[in-house]
């Protein structure tokens, strides 16, 4: 009996392992892809100024539960090197936050909310300057 409840758990630790492994690899491959199409982009427009901005994207979200009608925000405003910032408006019914982070080489040098990520990743592959969000939801 002990030998098949370690037999079972074995299976399931393998099983789990290869799906994370999966999930993983399917993450790796959308990155590659991603800077694939950034790559091309530059490339296809020729370089110019590489520090000026020219990559803006607008991402619109329901920051809170509160408020509907997407009126909270990110702005991600990036460079050729993939540098610059991103802008946030978080709207309640009562008051606004607004928060500012460096993007550095096209990643946040703190961490960003999936609004923020989505608004940089859409202005590094030029799909602005408005994006629909994945991630709506109340923080």
Same mark, same amino acid.
Do not use: H
């Given at each position: 009996?002990?030998?098949?409840?370690?037999?079972?758990?074995?299976?399931?630790? %393998?099983?789990?392992?290869?799906?994370?492994?999966?999930?993983?690899?399917?993450?790796?491959?959308?990155?590659?892809?991603?800077? /694939?199409?950034?790559?091309?982009? /530059?490339?296809?427009? %020729?370089?110019?100024?590489?520090?000026?901005?020219?990559?803006?994207? &607008?991402?619109?979200?329901?920051?809170?539960? *509160?408020?509907?009608?997407?009126?909270?925000?990110?702005?991600?405003?990036?460079?050729?090197?993939?540098?610059?910032?991103?802008?946030?408006?978080?709207?309640?019914?009562?008051?606004?936050?607004?928060? &500012?982070?460096? &993007?550095? %080489?096209g990643k946040g040098q703190q961490?960003?909310?999936?609004? *923020?990520? *989505?608004?940089?990743?859409?202005?590094?592959?030029?799909?602005?300057?408005? &994006?629909?969000?994945?991630?709506?939801?109340?923080?």
């Amino acid at each position: 009996m002990l030998v098949t409840t370690w037999v079972i758990v074995g299976v399931v630790a %393998g099983i789990s392992g290869v799906m994370i492994g999966y999930l993983a690899l399917r993450q790796a491959r959308a990155a590659v892809e991603d800077c /694939q199409r950034t790559l091309a982009r /530059q490339a296809s427009e %020729g370089m110019g100024d590489l520090k000026a901005i020219r990559d803006v994207a &607008v991402c619109r979200y329901d920051a809170l539960s *509160e408020m509907s009608g997407r009126l909270s925000f990110s702005i991600a405003m990036i460079n050729g090197l993939g540098d610059g910032i991103v802008l946030t408006s978080i709207n309640g019914q009562s008051e606004t936050r607004t928060y &500012v982070r460096p &993007v550095v %080489g096209g990643k946040g040098q703190q961490p960003l909310s999936p609004e *923020e990520e *989505e608004a940089v990743r859409a202005a590094r592959l030029g799909l602005g300057p408005l &994006v629909p969000s994945r991630a709506s939801g109340p923080l």
